[in-house]
């Protein structure tokens, strides 16, 4: 099932902030990973196709490990599923011997071949998206001010957020009100 979000605008510090390379090269301590991910339908079935692989990195069945449904058209497939936290505090996909996302890993790496493995919520992070506005994420004390770009400055990048996360951007989103061409050419402050 192929299926996109609806986006209408994207606030301005999307293209004023700068990205960053990569979570895995940061210092920070997985902040992000201790709230537990809304994982749209599309990851979810693909969780479930790829179980064999998934489950013995988590130590439970997939089903487990989700708390509720919401129905919701800005998730791909229009549902997402609320994963659960792990006795560590952090989601239950985070892994237990390494820094980040047991799904991240496993996608990275190529075991999984499914981008869409990883829930579009992480794939997008810093950035999120509510009512077809993309911006920057800000929940629950999370700072504007990422730690991965705080905690190490060689990981930060000379594009801006949405130029490192275009690539994620395009996948998740049906932006046909907006110009793609005129947007890339945005100026970083």
Excluded at 22 to 40: E, G, I, L, P, W
């Amino acid at each position: 099932m192929v299926t996109k979000i609806f986006l209408n605008s994207i606030n301005n510090n999307c293209y004023t902030r700068k990205g960053f390379n990569s979570c895995f090269k940061c210092a920070c301590m997985d902040k992000c990973c201790q709230y537990s991910a809304d994982v749209d339908k599309e990851s979810y079935d693909l969780l479930i196709q790829h179980r064999y692989i998934v489950e013995p990195y988590i130590g439970r069945k997939i089903e487990d490990c989700f708390s509720v449904i919401l129905k919701d058209t800005e998730y791909l497939g229009g549902f997402a599923y609320k994963a659960i936290k792990g006795k560590d505090g952090y989601c239950i996909f985070h892994s237990k011997t390494e820094k980040g996302c047991i799904l991240y890993s496993l996608v990275m790496s190529g075991i999984i071949q499914h981008r869409r493995l990883i829930p579009s919520i992480c794939r997008l992070y810093p950035l999120t998206w509510n009512n077809g506005v993309l911006s920057m994420y800000d929940e629950d004390g999370i700072p504007s001010d990422c730690e991965c770009e705080i905690t190490n400055k060689h990981n930060v990048s000379n594009k801006s957020l949405y130029q490192t996360q275009q690539q994620e951007i395009k996948d998740i989103f049906n932006m046909q009100l907006v110009n793609m061409e005129e947007l890339h050419k945005r100026p970083l402050i």
